[in-house]
């Protein structure tokens, strides 16, 4: 059993920065690929970025591609997500997640574990 708890949202001007942190607890944590997605009001959730297991491969949407930066210390049972030039358009709450598969194409899909979310306001 893994629980995941987010934390480092806030409220940034366009073009600043963020860090999340997402804090993991359970011994397997450190064995499973863990993503980050967001939902905005009225959207569905979506696919933001992902990290293997190992932290040697790491995958990204394009919308966020080149801004933000996964990261994870499996020693420490934690993982983040460095947001750069953030826009209005990244305006979500933020899920830590954990336990999902990665494809060949490099797909993460969400797994079981999830946290319960932080808020991210970019303000224009």
């Known amino acids: 059993q893994v629980q995941l708890v987010e934390s480092g949202g806030g409220l940034v001007q366009a073009g600043g920065s963020l860090r999340l942190s997402c804090a993991a607890s359970?011994?397997?944590?450190?064995?499973?690929?863990m993503g980050w997605f967001r939902q905005a009001p009225g959207k569905e959730r979506e696919f933001v970025a992902a990290i293997s297991w190992s932290g040697a491969s790491t995958y990204y949407a394009d919308s966020v591609k080149g801004r933000f930066t996964i990261s994870r210390d499996n020693a420490k049972n934690s993982g983040n997500l460095q947001m750069n030039s953030l826009r209005p358009e990244d305006t979500a709450v933020y899920y830590c997640?954990?336990?999902?598969?990665?494809?060949?194409?490099?797909?993460?899909?969400?797994?079981?574990?999830w946290g319960q979310g932080t808020q991210v306001t970019v303000s224009s």
């Open positions: 359970g011994r397997t944590f450190s064995s499973y690929a």
């Open positions: 997640n954990a336990g999902g598969p990665v494809s060949s194409s490099g797909t993460y899909s969400p797994g079981k574990y």
